[in-house]
């Protein structure tokens, strides 16, 4: 299983950004599928996931502007970022746990710099 993170890039303040994860199999399903995030310095945290029954949940200060979505078709778990703040600045990862082995897979990262 390979995840492939992309949409990453510079954006001013306000502005908007959509985070693509693709997934190169469809024969594994996921207990969960997940947007992390990292700054330099500091732990990676979750910033939105969404679990197998198809709940999403968000951290709080993304809440009412990221929003996930499973798009089935394209195999891809999309993040679209509005509004968007300096403090959203970091390398964003997608996550996926795969059902039943537990086993955990990681994307390589995009960056997402806003601009104040």
């Known amino acids: 299983v390979q995840l492939q993170a992309s949409g990453g890039g510079l954006v001013q303040a306000g502005g908007s950004l959509r985070l693509s994860c693709a997934v190169s199999?469809?024969?594994?399903?996921?207990?969960?599928m997940s947007w992390y995030r990292q700054t330099p310095g500091k732990e990676r945290e979750v910033v939105a996931i969404?679990?197998?029954?198809?709940?999403?949940e968000y951290t709080g200060s993304v809440k009412g502007r990221f929003t996930l979505s499973r798009d089935y078709a394209k195999n891809t778990l999309d993040l679209q970022m509005n509004s968007l703040k300096p403090e959203d600045t970091a390398v964003y990862y997608c996550?996926?746990?795969?059902?039943?082995?537990?086993?955990?897979?990681w994307g390589q990262g995009t960056l997402v710099t806003v601009s104040s």
């Open positions: 969404r679990t197998i029954n198809g709940t999403q």
């Open positions: 199999t469809m024969s594994v399903s996921f207990n969960s």
């Open positions: 996550n996926a746990v795969a059902y039943g082995t537990r086993t955990d897979y």
